[in-house]
């Protein structure tokens, strides 16, 4: 089995495949203070519940986008899986030719994402990934990746909003009634979810006028099933694309 793990700002993903079938997968909070007995052990545990062996895991695959915690559990599979992780970085064989000026200023999630979805769905793609941030990357139709946009995630827009608003309190990121609400909470709403709904629509428009008329939509993320019911631009929900990623990069680069 290979296992695959996705380490972001605010969670951490992992899946088990078992040939190219993805089993079972998992996703819970990111936290730097663990340490790696603790990464190990509930990994460990994960397993356990799954009905898997420590010892039938073969391989590891990382990304991360969080330097502290990519030594961490790095650690953690040594000691709990012994297995020497694949930590993907732009020095890996991709099968891309990526387009970017600057590949270290390029976060590795943002590859594995349109790695996947050029294999899985084809080109021209625009890939959008609602993490922490929100991402918008493009990638030609054949198959080279050529940049993309970052803009706040969601989450981390609306907390900055309660942050430096006194007089506003902190609701859910639930759908209102109507986009005009009629009381606090559904105007924040309104004005949080579908505010956001606007900026990703007029992204994928500027997009699609510089890719083509034929451009696909893939979206994945912790917040793409909130997103992608609210409007029409998404072609594909894939939210487990970057797992997908991970397992054709290692397979590309460990024989």
């Known amino acids: 089995m290979l296992l695959v793990i996705d380490i972001g700002n605010t969670n951490i993903t992992l899946g088990l495949y078992d040939g190219e079938a993805l089993g079972a997968r998992w996703r819970f909070a990111a936290e730097n203070e663990k340490p790696p007995d603790e990464y190990g052990l509930l990994i460990l545990n994960l397993f356990r519940q799954a009905g898997v062996t420590a010892s039938s895991v073969h391989g590891v695959a990382i990304s991360s986008v969080v330097p502290p915690l990519t030594g961490i559990i790095s650690n953690a599979c040594r000691r709990y899986l012994a297995n020497e992780p694949l930590v993907v970085n732009g020095a890996c064989n991709t099968g891309m030719a990526i387009r970017y000026e600057d590949l270290s200023q390029l976060g590795v999630d943002r590859i594995v994402d349109v790695v996947a979805a050029f294999k899985l769905y084809g080109g021209p793609a625009c890939v959008i990934d609602f993490g922490t941030a929100t991402t918008f990357d493009a990638v030609s139709g054949e198959g080279e990746y050529l940049g993309g946009a970052i803009a706040p995630g969601i989450g981390i827009a ?24 009629r009381n606090m909470a559904h105007s924040l709403q309104s004005g949080m979810l579908f505010g956001y709904i606007g900026l990703v629509e007029g992204m994928v428009e500027r997009f699609r006028a510089e890719l083509g008329a034929e451009m696909n939509v893939i979206a994945t993320g912790g917040m793409v099933e909130l997103i992608s019911k609210e409007t029409e631009v998404i072609s594909v929900i894939a939210p487990w694309l970057t797992l997908e990623g991970l397992k054709i990069i290692h397979d590309l680069n460990v024989d």
Not at 176 to 181: D, K, L, Q, Y
Request: proline content about 12%; glycine content about 8%.
């Open 158 to 181: 609306s907390d900055a909003l309660f942050q430096r608003a006194a007089k506003l309190p902190r609701v859910g990121l639930l759908r209102p009634p109507a986009a005009i609400g």
